[in-house]
């Protein structure tokens, strides 16, 4: 009996094991989530395959255009189209190479290649922008599972509350008000619990459109992640994706000036063609021919062409590095405001932790102890109770806030600040 007692008792401990490690399966924590969503992330493919396709087209803009073959008949008679009855008619053999004017090939290859790093910069940004999407969403779904747990311990009390009063007024010691008034806030209270599970529904599809459906069943992570953010100065933006974007722009619309430049410049040809002649109709051999030439432009009339595309490439940088302001001074802006949220919202959790959470815990207790003493009404222990509510809830925003926060300003500055 005592083996079949120890292997139940073992038995018992390894299901037991089990479903912990079940249910740890299902915590969902917010970094598995955004490891999730990059996972899944279209746009961070797309931009990746750009970046892919520029670089290998980098390195065809620096090569030399394919060569040309010729081959044809030169001079043939057309009386008897006879190869060997004119001195002049041969049988030709050339070939054409194109030579790109000044440093062109190189200078589109350099452009290609700004093309690349921008979508590289691209990938970035979106890896960024969905982490921050996605911590703000499992952040905004976990204030809401917790909300919705704070309102349903208030309501407990509050339905005994209820009780508690009936049984006061069918014993003659409370007034119908009191009653009504009870009822009145536990229904309001259960009308808040319906808001939180509808905002509970929209913030779970929306975290399910980054992580999939297959996780939407599962729990969140209990306990409210800290995001720590060193870095105190703005050396950050010069590493920012967007920046490098927009820098990357500056230097493709760079070398389309060069390249425009380059349009002063001559594009040449070299030619060579090898003649046969045929042997004379009377046996004189023939001599055969060999041509060369270099044919290249004139780009003499340069005022309606070149100058033009040269001015347009210009006005086209002016635009890019302006925009290359403009969106340094959003990041700047943007970091400032995060900042400065981010030590408000700190001061306030402290005075929430420290002062007001505690006050309004023990002004419902004290409320309560008057209440049952009879030195107070039922209204004042009612607004007792839903300050309490209201501060808890309010506590826990506020704490989610100040993370969100923090999320925005890791996309500021990066992961590794």
Request: glycine share 2%; no cysteine; net charge positive.
């Amino acid at each position: 009996m005592a083996i079949f007692a120890r292997l139940f008792k073992t038995i018992t401990i390894v299901i037991l094991l089990s479903s912990f490690s079940v249910q740890a399966e299902k915590m969902l924590t917010i970094e598995q989530a955004v490891q999730t969503a990059l996972q899944r992330d279209a746009l961070i493919n797309v931009y990746q395959s750009r970046s892919s396709a520029f670089k290998e087209q980098a390195v065809a803009e620096d090569t030399l255009p394919d060569p040309k073959m010729k081959l044809g008949v030169m001079n043939v008679p057309t009386d008897s189209y006879a190869l060997n009855q004119e001195p002049m008619t041969q049988v030709q053999l050339g070939i054409q190479q194109m030579f790109p004017r000044g440093n062109s090939l190189e200078i589109k290859s350099q452009r290609i290649a700004s093309m690349a790093t921008l979508e590289d910069a691209r990938t970035e940004n979106q890896r960024r922008k969905v982490t921050q999407d996605v911590r703000e969403t499992w952040l905004e779904l976990f204030y809401w599972l917790n909300a919705e747990r704070v309102v349903r311990e208030n309501r407990d009390l509050f339905r005994k509350l209820v009780l508690v009063t009936k049984q006061q007024y069918a014993a003659g010691r409370q007034k119908q008000q009191d009653v009504i008034r009870s009822e009145l806030e536990l229904g309001m209270l259960d009308d808040r619990e319906t808001k939180i599970t509808t905002m509970l529904e929209i913030t779970r599809a929306k975290l399910e459109k980054y992580i999939g459906s297959d996780l939407s069943d599962v729990e969140l992570d209990t306990v409210l992640p800290l995001f720590n953010v060193k870095e105190q100065n703005t050396r950050w933006l010069e590493k920012h994706p967007v920046m490098n974007m927009q820098q990357a722009m500056v230097v493709a619309n760079e070398k389309n000036i060069e390249l425009a430049k380059q349009s002063y410049k001559p594009s040449w040809m070299l030619d060579v063609t090898y003649g046969k002649r045929q042997d004379a109709i009377n046996g004189t051999e023939r001599a055969d021919f060999v041509s060369a030439m270099v044919v290249f432009d004139l780009p003499l009339f340069t005022a309606d062409r070149q100058d033009k595309k040269v001015a347009a490439n210009k006005f086209r940088l002016n635009g890019a590095l302006n925009s290359r302001d403009e969106r340094k001074r959003e990041l700047i802006k943007m970091w400032q405001a995060a900042q400065a949220k981010e030590l408000r919202l700190s001061q306030r959790i402290k005075q929430y932790q420290t002062l007001l959470v505690p006050k309004s815990r023990e002004n419902t207790e004290a409320a309560l102890f008057a209440y049952q003493s009879g030195r107070s009404d039922f209204t004042a222990l009612m607004r007792a109770q839903i300050t309490e509510l209201e501060t808890q809830l309010k506590e826990l925003r506020l704490k989610v806030d100040a993370a969100k926060t923090r999320a925005l300003l890791i996309y500021l500055v990066g992961e590794n600040s």
